[in-house]
Nanobody, 130 residues
Framework: QVQLVESGGGSVQAGGSLRLSCVASGYIVEHLCMAWFRQAPGKEREGVAAIDKHGITRSTDSVKGRFTISKDNAKTIYLQMNSLKPEDTAMYYC?????????????????????????WGQGTQVTVSS
């Protein structure tokens, strides 16, 4: 079993930055692929970025050049969000799956699909005002 706890959300003006953190427990992060998803009211959950134990990353086109996913120690991943836009406003969720060989065999769509992930955090709200 894996427990995920997000932090770092908040309110910011357009053009600002935030950094989200996700701490995993119950399983060594090195054996996991982890990702950030977001869900705005009335919209489907969207994959934002993913990272595996090798440091391979995937991200959705709308955040490329603005958001960066990274990992620190064996238990923590981050989402650095720069140049935030009002359309980035959403609840952001950390997700994880057991991922023995990493993201390389997966397509970007697979690695950013909510169906691929088994474990979820409670979410942290990000609000960007214009």
């Amino acid at each position: 079993q894996v427990q995920l706890v997000e932090s770092g959300g908040g309110s910011v003006q357009a053009g600002g930055s935030l950094r989200l953190s996700c701490v995993a427990s119950g399983y060594i992060v090195e054996h996991l692929c982890m990702a950030w998803f977001r869900q705005a009211p009335g919209k489907e959950r969207e994959g934002v970025a993913a990272i595996d134990k090798h440091g391979i990353t995937r991200s959705t086109d709308s955040v490329k050049g603005r958001f960066t996913i990274s990992k620190d120690n064996a238990k923590t991943i981050y989402l650095q969000m720069n140049s935030l836009k009002p359309e980035d406003t959403a609840m952001y969720y950390c997700a994880a799956m057991v991922c023995a060989v990493g993201l390389a065999p997966m397509t970007t769509i697979q690695s950013l699909s909510a169906r691929t992930y088994s474990y979820w955090g409670q979410g942290t709200q990000v609000t960007v005002s214009s």
